[in-house]
């Protein structure tokens, strides 16, 4: 007779089977995501991997998960290597995943990719956030290898180009595991010295050997900086994370060298050109000046006090002339009529008709016009016109 099992039992008999069946372990199981969870607190993966016609539940703890390098998500076809085991307390059999990859793609080429999407949507690549160059930096610092071609390239450009500036090395790793934290660090330090520019790069390389210039840390500390910063990554072909993130990006350390820099002699062509733009500009501003001066010395000198008594002296005199014209030309008029009134006086002047023989004669001091009024023995007097005389009338007599 059978005895009789609990629950637990049979799950755990079965779990035990399936954990002994050496053909469900390491497992390579091709299937399509769909349900997927990244626990926040946990970091465990959980999923559902399924085919066009069943599905399997699957689990992936954190210290499997942290490893991965994408982020799975639902319609993702993929390829998980692991094991079937049973998860007692349901009496479910699941896939408990180590490893996780792509199917038809790299792993490491699908991390890229989301990366920079997820950068992207964060603005960490968005061009109205990235700082100007400055035209004329003074101090430019330079995050390499120590001793690396690269760095030997962009000092020898920038001491020809523009030997005015100062070139200041913060050297770092800029290969292997440890690459990115020091750049990050490197970065960090030169934001701190009063840099004007920074360019921040490394020769060409495999793309394992760019590696760090792709990683998310290395993107978010170029994104913080608060000083330009130049990629200067040595490859033509790819664009790194780095490149992205930067302020500018340079296909090599040499072109970022000759892009941080003007050419010398191109400034002294523009400082000839400036001079002497100067030159013209202050000549004509002297020459309006001294103008201008000129105008007020002839304003000031028609102001002086001596000038304006002068000019009033002048009118004066000329007055006076014009008034004693006018006077003469009154009185010679006035002389004229006064000749002419003469001569009608003249004229009518009895001593005028005296003068012709004719002569006034007097009864004391009446004009005796008629011989009637006069008789005989009466003195009277004679008026001629050169003098007169005194008579006694004789006798009278008519006029016929």
């Keep these: 007779m059978n005895s ?93 995943v180590t490893d996780i990859q792509p199917d038809g793609i790299g792993a490491q080429y699908l991390a890229l990719e ?19 160059l400055p035209g004329f930096p003074h101090k430019i610092g330079i995050v390499t290898a120590k001793g690396g071609a690269a760095l030997k390239d962009i000092l020898n450009i920038l001491s020809r180009r523009y030997p005015l500036c100062e070139a200041v090395i913060f050297p770092c790793v800029v290969q292997g595991e440890y690459a990115a934290g020091s750049i990050c660090e490197a970065l960090e330090y030169a934001d701190s010295c009063g840099c004007d520019l920074i360019i921040c790069g490394r020769g060409g390389g495999s793309p394992e050997d760019l590696a760090a210039f792709n990683s998310e840390a290395v993107a978010r500390r170029i994104f913080a900086m608060n000083t330009p910063v130049i990629s200067a990554v040595g490859h033509e072909t790819d664009t790194t994370i780095a490149d992205l993130a930067a302020d500018l990006r340079a296909p090599t350390p040499s072109a970022a060298a000759e892009l941080a820099v003007p050419e010398i002699t191109a400034l002294y062509d523009i400082i000839d050109a400036r001079k002497n733009a100067l030159d013209a500009a202050f000549t004509g501003y002297i020459s309006g000046l001294r103008h201008k001066l000129l105008s007020l010395e002839n304003e000031l000198k028609d102001n002086y006090p001596s000038e304006a008594l002068a000019r ?46 004719y002569s006034l004669v007097y009864s004391g001091d009446k004009l005796i016009k008629s011989s009637s009024e006069i008789s005989a023995g009466e003195k009277i ?3 001629f016109a050169d003098g007169s005389v005194e008579a006694v009338v004789q006798c009278g007599k008519e006029g016929n």
Aim: proline share 2%.
């Design 312 to 357: 009033i002296r002048s009118r004066i005199v000329s007055c006076e002339e014009r008034l004693r014209a006018a006077i003469k030309i009154y009185f010679e008029k006035k002389n004229a009529e006064i000749a002419g009134k003469a001569g009608e006086l003249d004229a009518l002047s009895p001593l005028k008709i005296m003068s012709r023989g």
């Design 114 to 132: 989301q990366l920079k999407e997820r950068l992207a949507s964060e603005g960490v690549f968005d061009e109205r956030f990235k700082k100007p």
């Design 4 to 96: 009789i099992l609990t629950v637990s039992q049979l799950n755990r008999y079965m779990a035990f089977k399936i954990k002994e069946d050496v053909k469900l372990r390491g497992i390579l199981l091709r299937g399509e995501i769909s349900g997927f969870t990244n626990h926040a607190k946990t970091g465990h993966f959980y999923f559902t991997l399924k085919d066009r016609e069943s599905a399997v539940k699957a689990v992936m703890f954190n210290s499997f998960a942290s490893r991965v390098r994408f982020m799975p998500s639902n319609g993702m076809s993929v390829i998980v290597m692991g094991s079937v085991q049973v998860f007692e307390r349901d009496g479910q059999y699941q896939v408990y």
């Design 381 to 383: 007097s004679v008026r």
